[in-house]
């Protein structure tokens, strides 16, 4: 079946601008996670979904970060006015639920210049 | 404090022979999952193996296999048979409670197979 895909897979943006990351689970799978991966480490942990709550978002940096989940399915993760710090590969992940193991995507890498 | 250590930031291992990745990890815990993950050079996270904290067995997987040594609170992996393909980066990842399943991730280590 289809794996976790995400789009776009590259963004180049400017400083201060808006961006939106989107992230379509495998079908089934109730728990989501996002995560930010910089060059040469291990990918950190921004946020995890349950169904349409956001059940633990401990992970996210600041309160430029802020991510979606409407209809349980589909996530959207935004920030706002983008910082050079922010350049990442951002990850996200889905499981059948938490305690199941984690299937990833392809990432987004985003460049903020 | 929760941590995974990955002390090896490269590896070399010749075509063919076993090659071992270490990881440790810190938690009070007396639940949790241990993952591992292969990231090749096009990005995406492969999910390889599972142990959790009370399986009296290790897992294997194929040619993977986790040596997990609770008291020593170390999660080896174990590669048989290398090949080619097995280059990448690999990272160990600890999930400490089932309750959020978000994962910590070790700093990873290089692979890189010698034919």
């Known amino acids: 079946g289809a794996g976790v895909s995400q789009t776009p897979s590259n963004k180049v943006t400017e400083k201060g601008k808006y961006v939106e990351l989107r992230c379509d689970p495998i079908s089934g799978h109730t728990a989501l996670y996002w995560y930010r991966q910089s060059l040469g480490q291990g990918p950190e942990f921004l946020i995890y979904f349950q169904g349409t709550g956001a059940a633990d978002d401990s992970g996210l940096p600041n309160d430029r970060f802020f991510a979606v989940r409407p209809e349980g399915s589909v996530s959207t993760l935004k920030i706002q006015r983008t910082e050079r710090g922010d350049s990442a590969v951002y990850l996200c992940?889905?499981?059948?639920?938490?305690?199941?193991?984690?299937?990833f995507g392809p990432g987004t890498r985003l460049t903020v210049t | 404090a929760q941590k995974i250590t990955q002390t090896q930031p490269g590896m070399f291992v010749q075509e063919k022979e076993a090659v071992t990745l270490d990881c440790t990890y810190d938690?009070?815990?007396?639940?949790?999952?241990l993952f591992w993950y292969k990231q090749p050079s096009s990005g995406e996270m492969i999910f390889l193996i599972y142990q959790g904290s009370y399986d009296q067995q290790n897992a294997t997987e194929g040619r993977y296999s986790l040596n997990f040594q609770k008291a020593r609170k170390s999660a080896n992996l174990v590669i048989s048979a290398s090949q080619l393909g097995d280059s990448a980066m690999y990272f160990c990842a600890m999930r400490f409670t089932s309750n959020t399943g978000k994962l910590i991730f070790g700093q990873g280590t290089t692979l890189q197979v010698k034919p």
């Open positions: 992940a889905s499981s059948f639920s938490s305690a199941s193991e984690q299937y």
């Open positions: 938690t009070s815990d007396p639940s949790y999952g």
